[in-house]
């Protein structure tokens, strides 16, 4: 039976490769599929992953109706096989909605992927409708870590180094921007409660309790 199946982690945790993998799969086995995505970090209608790896894919905008693409698409005469959505946490509810038609009504298979919740720990609308809808949610096995080396379970943004906690949920970035721009980073539980980064630890660890005290 079809499934609609929600691939979920953290950032760093190989879901865009994992995505990217399945794509290679199925496509060599001469099954076409359909990938949608939302502000890749490598720009409109693109999937990409971290290991430089990018095919190209729909850009979804506001409003639209997946459903709708892929019947179209079908009624012009193609064929879609499996559809892929990427960077799903950005999608709309009533869009992961219109991905679990195209599986009840279409018999297709719909892989998502996307990250949970987002810099505040709160969850992101369109991933609160995947676990609400999708038949099997996945945790992604590759761990990624937090700079402490533990198991990192939370996304951070940071501006300056400086973690941030206020702001809108969606702002493009990544995991290696520039110290002054608008990034993000991984963390784990403890670190992300005490809003501690790698570069908050390091400034930590350079700043000694106790200033010396040296004699005349």
């Known amino acids: 039976m079809p499934e609609l199946v929600f691939f979920s982690g953290t950032m760093d945790c190989g879901k865009s490769t994992l995505a990217l993998q399945i794509e290679h799969n199925r496509s060599a086995r001469g ?13 409109e209608g693109k999937l990409s992953s971290r290991l430089g790896l ?24 193609g064929r879609v ?9 950005f999608l709309a509810p009533d869009q ?14 719909v892989y998502a992927f996307g990250i949970t919740t987002d810099f ?10 995947l676990v609400e809808l999708a038949d099997r949610v996945e945790v992604l096995q590759v761990e990624a870590l937090c700079w402490c080396g533990a198991r990192a379970t939370h996304n ?15 702002v493009v970035g990544d995991v290696a921007q ?15 409660r005490r809003r501690m980064t790698s570069a908050t630890s390091r400034a930590a660890a350079l700043s000694p309790d106790v200033l010396p005290v040296t004699a005349d």
């Open 31 to 43: 099954l076409a599929g359909m990938i949608f995505t939302r502000d890749d970090r490598a720009g």
């Open 96 to 109: 992961i909605d219109q991905l679990a038609r195209v599986v009840d009504d279409l018999d297709v298979d």
């Open 156 to 170: 951070a943004r940071t501006v300056g180094g400086v973690m941030v906690v206020e702001g809108a949920q969606v």
């Open 120 to 129: 505040r720990s709160k969850l992101f609308p369109g991933s609160q409708r």
């Open 178 to 192: 520039s110290p002054d721009e608008i990034g993000y980073e991984v963390l784990c539980r403890r670190h992300h």
């Open 81 to 89: 096989d499996y559809v892929i959505a990427d960077e799903a946490q």
């Open 54 to 77: 990018v095919t190209d894919a729909v850009e979804v905008g506001d409003g639209q109706d997946l459903y709708a693409h892929v019947v179209d698409h079908l009624s012009q005469g």
